[in-house]
Each structure stands twice: as structure tokens, then as C-alpha cells.
């Protein structure tokens, strides 16, 4: 079956500018996760969604982050007014109903902020 | 709080000899523990977890992990390395507490032929 999907695949942008990322997860997968890996710092986590609701939104680095997710599926991330240090892999996972179930990551956008 | 460390960057071993990568880990409460990997040019992929029940653990591919609760720890290990089994290797971690995992800022595995 399909996998979890991001687009777009790469995205570069000036500093100053918006920008907004998508994940389409798993159908039927109600966890959604944002995660940003930067060279050197591993895995960070973002934000996690349980349906549409976003329980916990502690690893958002800034007031300029923010998530939605809408109809339990779809999930768009959103950076305003982009920073160079906001550039990075960003991966969004869904597993089917928590975090103890296996994550099905997708493939990533690569943001690169000039 | 929970933590996570993976105390070496990278790990190098000879195709055929037994590779260990080390994860030790810091909660409060039961530990749930799990191991990613991340081949070249490739998503995330999940390898194994331990919940509850038996200290050693078995996933994909052949690796095994062993939870071992005194020492904090949840290395990765596979009797038999391939050169196939080059890649980036996250551990994780969720306390009880917790709703999601923090990942280790994981250790690049390189097996040379």
C-alpha cells in the first residue's frame, strides 16, 4: 500500500519568507509526527497529532511554527517569516494509534533557507 | 524527563565480525525503547522495540537488542555484519508519562568488506 508522503520533495526560499510543508500519512493511521534532522543533531521532535488534535506541541521551536491537521489525514507544517537556521530535513511519520506502534516515516522536504 | 545517548558518533567493523551500537537511555518511570534506521537515500525505517516481556529483543534484518534495566541500556547488536548493513541507526525512547519518543542524535554504522 502507499506510504507516507511529503511534498515537495526539496523547497528553497529566501530569508523573511513563508513556507508550508505537506504529509499525507498512512490511511487510517490516526498519530501524525513532525520531526526536523539537521546534520549533527539527530532527530527533533516537533509536534504530534492524534486525530486532529495536537496533544502535544512542546518541540516547536518558535511562535513562527505552526501545524494543523485536518479530516484526521492530511497534515500541513507551516514556517513564517523562514530563519537560515530553519534549514533542514523536515519528516512527518503516522503510525496507527501511538507512539508504542511502529512509525512509517516519509521520505522528507529539504528546506534551504538563503 | 526523558533522554536518550548515543556515545559514539560512528561505528566502524570488518563484514562478517559482530557489530554493537550503544544506546543507554534516562526515564522516570518503564522505559519503552526502540531503534530506527535510516539507509543512504532512504526514509526512516523501524527495526525492533522493546515494550514489556523478554530483555532480548529481535527485529528486522537480523539485528537484536537487549534491554537491560540496571546498566540503562539498549544496545544494538547482530552477530554478523554486512556491508549492507551501513547506515545511520537512531535509538529512541518514551517514558510511561510521555506521549511520544525522543530520538538519540543516532550513530553512523560502516561496515567495511
Known amino acids: 500500500g502507499a506510504g507516507v508522503s511529503q511534498s515537495p520533495s526539496n523547497k528553497v526560499t529566501e530569508k523573511g519568507k513563508d513556507v508550508e510543508l505537506r504529509c499525507d500519512p498512512i490511511?487510517?493511521?490516526?498519530?501524525l509526527y513532525w520531526y526536523r534532522q539537521s546534520l549533527g543533531q539527530g532527530l527533533e521532535f516537533l509536534i504530534y497529532?492524534?486525530?486532529?488534535?495536537?496533544?502535544?506541541k512542546s518541540g516547536l521551536p518558535s511562535d513562527r511554527f505552526s501545524a494543523e491537521r485536518t479530516g484526521g489525514s492530511v497534515s500541513t507544517l507551516t514556517i513564517q517569516r523562514t530563519q537560515q537556521e530553519d534549514s533542514a530535513v523536515y519528516l512527518c511519520?503516522?503510525?496507527?494509534?501511538?507512539?508504542?506502534?511502529?512509525?512509517?516515516f516519509g521520505p522528507g522536504t529539504r528546506l534551504t533557507v538563503t | 524527563a526523558q533522554s536518550v545517548a548515543q556515545p559514539e558518533d560512528q561505528v566502524n567493523v570488518a563484514e562478517g565480525n559482530p557489530l554493537t551500537v550503544k544506546c543507554t537511555y534516562s526515564v522516570s518511570g518503564n522505559p519503552y525503547l526502540f531503534w530506527y534506521v535510516q539507509y543512504p537515500n532512504r526514509g526512516l525505517q523501524f527495526l525492533l522495540k522493546y515494550i514489556t516481556g523478554d530483555n532480548l529483543v529481535k527485529g528486522s534484518y537480523g539485528f537484536e537488542a537487549e534491554f537491560n534495566k540496571s546498566q540503562t541500556s539498549f544496545h544494538l547488536k547482530k552477530p554478523s555484519a554486512l556491508v549492507s548493513d551501513s547506515a545511520l541507526y537512531f535509538c529512541?525512547?518514551?517514558?510511561?508519562?510521555?506521549?511520544?519518543?525522543?530520538f538519540g542524535k543516532g550513530t553512523m554504522l560502516l561496515v567495511s568488506p
Open positions: 497529532f492524534q486525530g486532529n488534535s495536537a496533544p502535544d
Open positions: 529512541a525512547v518514551r517514558d510511561g508519562g510521555y506521549s511520544t519518543l525522543t
Open positions: 490511511s487510517g493511521h490516526t498519530a
Open positions: 511519520a503516522s503510525s496507527l494509534l501511538g507512539s508504542l506502534d511502529e512509525q512509517y
